[in-house]
């Protein structure tokens, strides 16, 4: 079962541009981590955020965490053809000894040169 | 950089075969995680192991799965008889473990197709 729902499923946006993705899950979490996936390849993770910070910054990239309204957004700054990929929420419950990823719907986001 | 190693990437096989999937994961990683991906949504996790042990393995249908990781070290997953329904891609995932495990670092995956 998917614990988290990306929103939008698709985005297009220019090359040059800030691309915004959300991300809502329904359960306490541990932390939330966000992936991408290019086409038919495997996951690349990007960042991680605890379920005590609230926003955290990794090169071109900005994530945001409110717990309250049990959400996150990934934004991406500058965007050049190269992020043309899915990017995945992906959360660790809070199941202290068995942690595990639980990934949302994705959000396929396509940049155009 | 050391990074997770899966074969076969591709595989074609006929419903009621055999098939099986090898991951040699990141050395010194004690957890590794075979995941299934549908076309157009995001990893569900199959099976969790830690060190040789199976800790998770509720959504892995045994009726025609199996996972084994018998060293510790490399895992092979294993489907037979294969369904139609099982065309999809195949992923495996290490990553430390231990309390607070992280990130978790994926291989290119296997993608079956089954007709």
């Known amino acids: 079962s998917q614990q988290g729902e990306e929103d939008p499923q698709a985005l297009s946006i220019q090359e040059g541009e800030n691309a915004t993705m959300n991300c809502s899950y329904k359960?306490?979490?541990?932390?939330l981590q966000w992936y991408r996936q290019n086409s038919g390849r495997g996951l690349v993770h990007l960042i991680l955020?605890?379920?005590?910070?609230r926003e955290k910054h990794s090169g071109r990239l900005r994530v945001t965490l409110d717990t309250s309204k049990k959400s996150s957004s990934l934004l991406i700054t500058a965007s050049r053809a190269a992020d043309t990929a899915s990017y995945f929420c992906a959360t660790d419950a809070l199941n202290f000894g068995n942690e595990k990823l639980t990934f949302g719907t994705g959000t396929r986001l396509t940049i155009i040169p | 950089e050391a990074e997770v190693a899966q074969s076969p990437r591709y595989k074609i096989t006929e419903k009621s075969q055999a098939v099986a999937f090898w991951c040699d994961p990141i050395s010194g990683h004690a957890t590794l995680y075979w995941y299934r991906q549908i076309l157009g949504q995001g990893p569900e996790l199959l099976v969790q192991f830690q060190d040789e042990s199976v800790v998770d393995d509720s959504q892995l249908p045994k009726d025609r799965f199996s996972a084994e990781r018998l060293k510790g070290v490399d895992s092979t997953l294993k489907i037979q008889p294969a369904e139609l329904g099982d065309s999809a891609m195949y992923l495996c995932?290490?990553?430390?473990?231990?309390?607070?495990?992280?990130?978790?670092?994926f291989g290119p995956g296997t993608r079956l197709t089954v007709t």
């Open positions: 955020i605890r379920s005590n910070e």
């Open positions: 359960t306490s979490i541990n932390n």
């Open positions: 995932a290490s990553s430390y473990g231990g309390y607070d495990p992280g990130e978790q670092y």
